[in-house]
C-alpha cells in the first residue's frame, strides 16, 4: 500500500513540474522574457536613432 502511495505522489509531483515547464506565467519563464523584451527595446531605440 505505501509503495502504490509513493508511486502516485511521485506521478502527481512529475505531473506538477511538466505543467509549470509549459505554463509561460511562470517564474522560471518570465525572467528569460524580461530579459530579451529589454533587449528587444534596446535594439528597436538604437535603429529608430540610426533611421532618424
Same mark, same amino acid.
Given at each position: 500500500?505505501?509503495?502504490r +502511495?509513493? !508511486?502516485? +505522489?511521485? !506521478?502527481? @509531483?512529475? !505531473?506538477? %513540474?511538466?505543467? @509549470?515547464?509549459?505554463d509561460?506565467?511562470? $517564474?522560471?519563464?518570465?525572467?528569460?522574457?524580461? &530579459? &530579451?523584451? #529589454? =533587449? #528587444?527595446? %534596446? =535594439? $528597436?531605440?538604437? +535603429?529608430?536613432? +540610426? #533611421?532618424?
Amino acid at each position: 500500500m505505501r509503495r502504490r +502511495a509513493r !508511486a502516485i +505522489a511521485r !506521478a502527481i @509531483d512529475v !505531473a506538477e %513540474f511538466q505543467r @509549470d515547464q509549459a505554463d509561460p506565467w511562470s $517564474g522560471s519563464s518570465l525572467v528569460p522574457m524580461l &530579459i &530579451i523584451g #529589454l =533587449a #528587444l527595446t %534596446f =535594439a $528597436g531605440m538604437i +535603429a529608430a536613432l +540610426a #533611421l532618424s
